[in-house]
């Protein structure tokens, strides 16, 4: 059973199709050229033989004249020798024959006795007296012979007497058995060894793909550090290369989903604990209420901190899974800008900041509305956040502005705050998810700052994804003990968009 699953494994291989397609154009290639050159050699032999008919012909009509040849022949007994000047006119395989007039056989000389079956139909008796050549395969003792005869009406003083058929071996030397028997033979042997030869190089050339077939069912979802590490120099080598950042790319995206997922629950881990201590602790023994009060309070603060690390990881698994089930419209940058500052402006002032629209140029881009206001809120509330951690001494400012870049392409968006700043190391790092520059600001002193959403390290990431999805590019600048700069460009929407957002 094993040895026929084998057997069927390789006539179903590429190298064994590879290798019999191989083989089969070069067989009708050969087959071709060698019946060509068999039909050529067969065409030589024949004018050879019509060479050598016509000869044998000339020397009889000279030896009995042609007019009285068919009297002549017949009255004689034996194979009617005659030699020419050179050589003897008739051979031991030539077949001579007089027919009467009827077409009924008068005498035949040669190696056959059976009746020639010659047509004379094609022979004329009268109009000029043309001869006609016929083939015909006579059997021999014990092979058949492929003859040549030519069939010459005869004459006595004008008068039809019948025929004279004269016929030769096509090939007397058997070249063409030889020819045949050589062409078989080469052919055969050259289908074999280029057979053989296209197999085994389709075997070397597919062997790279049995390396990366049993190295691709070695690599698991748990280790995706395996690489092909094949020479790029052919097609399987790019293959394998692709294949090559195809891993790498998952072993990131898996890296990055493992981080996610930890970040995940140690960020839960803390409210859930705090949750759990309090509740314990006001069940552990009658409390005035004021304390039970006190214990609600925190537990409601914790689950609002849960709700929105929740909230914001929903978000960003949503843009990670259909990243392009936006429902793009025709927006203005600047109405978005001012619907946020408007609806921010109370949060800021309950911070004593004075949150302001700049210029609002209309910038027209194509965007989804509702990712777009959220983003603009990460930034707004993030400026409002970090920027009441100012001292009242210093500066409370935060200014909303849009604008266009001079090319027309691009527009943008920029949030300036009089915040504390960002350490350049930071930068860099911003925008990944659960990053958050100093931990301990991670959890806002409810008491003191009510209104401060607490950090989860998730608002840039957001930021960052949703403008990402709509062709945009953030830039931050930063000074420290001065503010932060936070610009994302958009492309600017042009006419030929149309079409696709009218879909
Ligand atoms: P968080 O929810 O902690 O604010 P973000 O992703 O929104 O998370 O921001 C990541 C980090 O970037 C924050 O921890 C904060 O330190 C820093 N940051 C963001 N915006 C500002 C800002 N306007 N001024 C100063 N620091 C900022």
Redesign the pocket.
């Known amino acids: 059973m094993k040895f026929f699953n084998r057997i069927n494994l390789i006539l179903h291989s590429i190298r064994f199709r590879l290798a019999l397609w191989f083989v089969l154009i070069l067989a009708i290639l050969l087959i071709g050229f060698s019946g060509m050159l068999f039909y050529m050699q067969t065409q030589e032999l024949r004018a050879e033989s019509l060479i050598r008919l016509e000869s044998k012909l000339e020397t009889i009509e000279r030896a009995f004249g042609s007019d009285t040849v068919n009297a002549q022949i017949a009255g004689t007994q034996g194979f009617p020798i005659i030699t020419s000047d050179d050589n003897t006119v008739f051979q031991k395989e030539d077949v001579l024959a007089l027919y009467n007039p009827d077409g009924s056989l008068l005498k035949m000389w040669g190696p056959f006795t059976e009746a020639l079956s010659l047509d004379f139909s094609q022979t004329s008796r009268d109009a000029g007296r043309e001869p006609s050549i016929q083939l015909l395969t006579l059997k021999n003792v014990d092979d058949q012979i492929q003859y040549v005869f030519k069939i010459v009406p005869l004459y006595s003083r004008d008068v039809f007497k019948g025929y004279l058929a004269l016929g030769i071996p096509l090939d007397p030397r058997g070249q063409l058995g030889r020819l045949l028997v050589t062409l078989v033979i080469l052919i055969g042997s050259t289908l074999m060894i280029s057979f053989a030869g296209g197999f085994w190089l389709a075997d070397r050339a597919m062997r790279p793909v049995k390396i990366i077939a049993a190295k691709a069912r070695s690599i698991s979802e748990t280790d995706l550090s395996q690489r092909f590490h094949l020479p790029k120099k052919d097609e399987i080598g790019q293959l394998a290369g692709t294949f090559d950042s195809m891993l790498a790319r998952l072993e990131s995206a898996f890296a990055r989903q493992r981080q996610f997922t930890a970040d995940a629950s140690h960020e839960l881990r803390t409210p859930l604990t705090i949750v759990n201590l309090e509740t314990t602790r006001a069940l552990s023994a009658p409390r005035p209420a004021k304390e039970y009060q006190r214990a609600l309070q925190v537990i409601q603060s914790e689950n609002e901190l849960m709700s929105r690390l929740v909230n914001d990881m929903l978000t960003l698994a949503r843009m990670d899974a259909n990243r392009e089930s936006m429902q793009k419209e025709l927006l203005d940058l600047s109405d978005l800008a001012l619907d946020v500052v408007e609806r921010l402006t109370p949060l800021a002032a309950r911070q004593e900041i004075k949150l302001e629209t700049g210029g609002l140029p209309e910038v027209l881009i194509s965007g989804d509305r509702q990712p777009l206001m959220q983003m603009l809120t990460?930034l707004v509330e993030?400026?409002i956040?970090?920027t009441a951690q100012n001292g009242f001494d210093k500066t409370r400012h935060i200014l909303v502005e849009t604008g266009a870049h001079l090319t027309r392409t691009l527009g943008w968006v920029r949030v300036t705050?009089t915040?504390?700043?960002?350490p350049d190391e930071?930068l860099a790092h911003?925008f990944d998810r659960f990053?958050?520059?100093?931990e301990s600001?991670?959890r806002s002193d409810e008491s003191e700052n009510e209104s401060a959403?607490s950090?989860?390290?998730?608002?840039?990431?957001i930021v960052e994804g949703i403008a990402r999805l709509h062709g945009g590019d953030i830039q931050v600048q930063?000074e420290l003990g001065k503010g932060?700069i936070?610009e994302i460009t958009f492309p600017l929407y042009v006419e030929s968009a149309t079409k696709s957002l009218t879909q």
């Open positions: 990460n993030n400026a956040k970090y705050d915040g504390p700043g960002i930071h911003l990053y958050r520059v100093d600001r991670a959403p950090g989860s390290g998730l608002g840039l990431a930063s932060t936070f």
